[in-house]
């Protein structure tokens, strides 16, 4: 069996592993986010230590180049996070291993680990929605991972906040789009108390979210056609809100799409993630073979 190097790049952390499927790493560690240099320098440490690897995959949060015949291919577009607008993350990687390495955002890569072992198995087309510190959306189109001019930034959709929440948003681009008003810090500034805190008791929080995640997710019904959306992060561990969005969403979208999965089969179609916080490392498994397959 091949073995692969998979990595979950994110703004705190990285997690590397080892392996061949999730359930049988050969060894995991996780990296503190620092500067490019530092932080890639360690995950080629620990990779080496490993292989040899067949190949690598990377899930990196964003925004990435990821256009395969452009000259910064592999590398993270213009970014909040200091010191990373611009850094290279594939070239070293291929500069040190010489295999074949698959690249692609954070939740892509979960969408294709989801895809292979979790909520995604036997799906074609279907989204990962993460609401955490930010929010985040991927998915699969007849099976190949979404990418287009750039790659979706669903966070930034401009959906409706509702009627009776004055709360401005915090967006720094856009004030009140769907990151600026339902992400983690959002939460933390409307209500003053961290989003993890946040539940039955925080009187219209679960109802004003699940307004705003909800129109997001007809928006998404409605342009990609998805035969599921998984939808995860931190956020979305506040009880009562899955439903709540999933709802919202059924009455948004008003009956007009009218399938049995819209219907009596919704808690199939809006649903959370099954590999919970692997998805990347698994996603990172499938990029890698990807990758080796060509
Ligand atoms: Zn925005």
């Not at 790049?9 to 049988?24: I, Q, Y």
């Not at 990377?58 to 291919?73: C, E, I, V």
């Amino acid at each position: 069996m091949a073995l692969f190097g998979s990595i979950e790049g994110g703004g705190t952390k990285f997690v590397c592993a080892v392996g061949s499927v999730p359930d049988d790493l050969r060894a995991v560690v996780t990296i503190p986010t620092t500067t490019p240099e530092e932080t890639i320098g360690r995950v080629i440490s620990f990779l080496s230590q490993h292989g040899p690897l067949d190949a690598i995959g990377m899930a990196m949060f964003g925004p990435l180049d990821l256009n395969p015949s452009s000259t910064t291919y592999g590398s993270v577009r213009a970014t909040p996070k200091p010191g990373w607008t611009g850094a290279a993350v594939v070239a070293p990687l291929r500069r040190a291993f010489g295999v074949p390495i698959g690249f692609d955002t954070d939740v892509n890569g979960a969408a294709l680990g989801e895809g292979r072992w979790g909520a995604g198995r036997g799906l074609e087309t279907f989204l990962y929605i993460t609401v955490g510190t930010g929010i985040g959306g991927g998915g699969l189109v007849n099976g190949d991972p979404m990418h287009g001019l750039v790659h979706p930034e669903v966070g930034h959709l401009r959906v409706p906040r509702h009627p009776e929440d004055p709360f401005p948003g915090c967006c720094p681009f856009h004030g009140d789009c769907l990151e600026g008003l339902a992400a983690g810090p959002a939460l933390a500034e409307r209500w003053g108390r961290p989003a993890e805190d946040l539940g039955t008791d925080t009187e219209h929080a679960v109802e004003f979210e699940a307004y705003v995640l909800g129109h997001a997710m007809a928006n998404l019904v409605l342009t990609v056609s998805p035969e599921r959306i998984i939808l995860g992060g931190g956020v979305m561990g506040i009880p009562g809100l899955l439903d709540a969005t999933r709802r919202q969403m059924l009455e948004s979208l008003g009956g007009y799409v009218d399938v049995p999965a819209l219907g009596d089969g919704a808690r199939s179609f809006l649903v959370a993630p099954e590999l919970g916080d692997r998805s990347g490392i698994a996603g990172g498994l499938v990029l890698a073979e990807r990758a080796v397959s060509g």
